[in-house]
């Protein structure tokens, strides 16, 4: 097919919501507890049909979805979570306990509750992508599906083995402290155990990354001075927690829709840097998409060009295939 005819193809995809427009309420808002203390901002969006929930990545809300949150309202009933420590949510202490993805996802399944939505269908964005997979490896029971919108990160799902530097180090950290806080002579020596296990792989870990550190950009004192002063922020003291404390996903039990952008949109470069930038997104890309289509009940959509918010640069595209998804759900 070529270029024009795909387009044609898309326009009218995306003329079809608009031709089912209907009136869109505000969103009703409500602030659902998911543990004592913390209250996380829950928005009703409108809609019938099968419940679909909104999870936004880093740093965004559940007002960030815009144009296409009422477009899933024509088809669906439609819900959004500002997770905690953003927006009008609460946001506990910047701890591992607080942060973790476990402790993230958690907290979906505790709006789930609250507002008894019953095998509903997440769709999460960028970092939302760890909510999915702590769900959907821990609860698959809990939900009819998972769409990754740009969301099939190492965070979300990983190889089993080792050579991921974030995550095999938050791996070694948590020896460390299981060693801490040893109660008995046995448990010490045990989790002794555990660390020396790992720690020949983790050396590999630490050898690619000096190689990799001896070749980056020297930063400047005053951008070291700035971004020392940014990470005093309470704001950024929450992403650092959520970002440190993410888990392995290695395998997830439901039905699964991943749409990634390969390569990204890189509006800012041309020529070799663009070139050198593409071929290493997409290898990384692939990587990422190997490990989806061997999970079972796995569809994987590769969208070229389309950016990080690939839901609103290419709407219809995105729109099409959640439809498609949901209507092979039982």
Known sequence: MSRISSSIVLLALLSAYTTQSQQVSTPAAQFIAVEPGVKLEVLDLGGSGRNIVLLAGLGGTAHSFGSFAADLTRKYHVYGITRRGYGASDAPPP?????????????????????????????????????????????????????????????????????????????????????????????????????????????????????????????????????????????????????????????????????????????????HALATAEAKDEAYIQSQAKLFRALPNAKVVLIPHARHDVFASNEAEVLHEIDAFVAGLP
Do not use: W
């Not at 973790?100 to 996802?105: E, I, K, P, T, W």
């Not at 698959?140 to 969301?151: K, W």
């Not at 109660?183 to 990799?212: G, H, M, V, Y």
């Not at 005053?222 to 003291?237: F, N, V």
């Open 95 to 271: 701890s591992a306990e607080n942060y973790s993805a476990d402790r993230l996802g958690d907290d979906v399944l505790a709006v789930l509750d609250a507002v008894k939505l019953d095998h509903p269908i997440l769709v999460g964005h960028s970092l939302a992508g760890e909510e999915l997979s702590s769900i959907g490896s821990r609860h698959p029971e809990r939900v009819a599906g998972l769409v990754y919108l740009d969301a099939g990160n190492r965070y979300a799902l990983a190889a089993p083995g080792r050579g991921d530097f974030q995550l095999d180090t938050i791996t070694m950290r948590q020896y460390l402290t299981a060693i801490l806080n040893s109660i008995s002579a046995a448990d010490q020596q045990k989790a002794i155990e555990d660390f020396e296990r790992e720690l020949p792989a983790f050396q590999q870990d630490l050898d690619t990354r000096k190689k990799e550190i001896a070749v980056a950009p020297v930063m400047s004192a005053e951008r070291h001075a700035a971004l020392a002063e940014q990470m005093k922020t309470p704001q950024s003291q929450i992403e650092h927690a959520i970002l440190f404390n993410e888990r392995r996903y290695t395998t997830i039990n439901c039905p699964i829709l991943t749409i990634f952008p390969s390569p990204h949109d890189y509006p800012a470069l041309q020529g």
